[in-house]
């Protein structure tokens, strides 16, 4: 009998552990629906270097670090509205 061992390490991108084949993650987080024939809703983290490497640390640091600007930008847009600077959007856009 086979024994086969799977190596598995923490995703950079949701934080989970899941397998690995040499440094990258292996496809997961997915769902195959019924008579999909495909997997539907992948991680982004599938097929990028796992946390344990520098470019996976680099990678969930750009994503903090995204996260961060997004919320400034927030805050911005939302004082923007409170105080009454911002009308209302148009055409996708606030002015
Ligand atoms: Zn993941």
């Known amino acids: 009998m086979t024994q ?3 190596f598995r390490a923490e995703c950079a991108h949701c934080g989970r552990d899941h397998a690995v084949r040499g440094v990258r993650m292996v496809a997961h987080g997915y769902k195959v629906p019924t008579g999909w024939h495909q997997f539907v809703g992948t991680c982004a983290g599938t097929d990028r270097p796992h946390f344990g490497t520098v470019e996976g640390r680099e990678y969930r640091a750009a994503i903090a670090q995204a996260f961060r600007d997004l919320a400034t930008r927030l805050a911005l847009t ?6 009454g600077t911002v009308s209302g959007a ?4 606030w002015r």
Do not use: C, E, F, P
């Not at 939302?78 to 105080?83: M, R, W």
């Not at 148009?90 to 856009?93: E, K, L, V, Y």
């Open 4 to 6: 086969r061992t799977q």
């Open 78 to 83: 939302v004082a923007s509205i409170l105080d």
């Open 90 to 93: 148009t055409s996708g856009t």
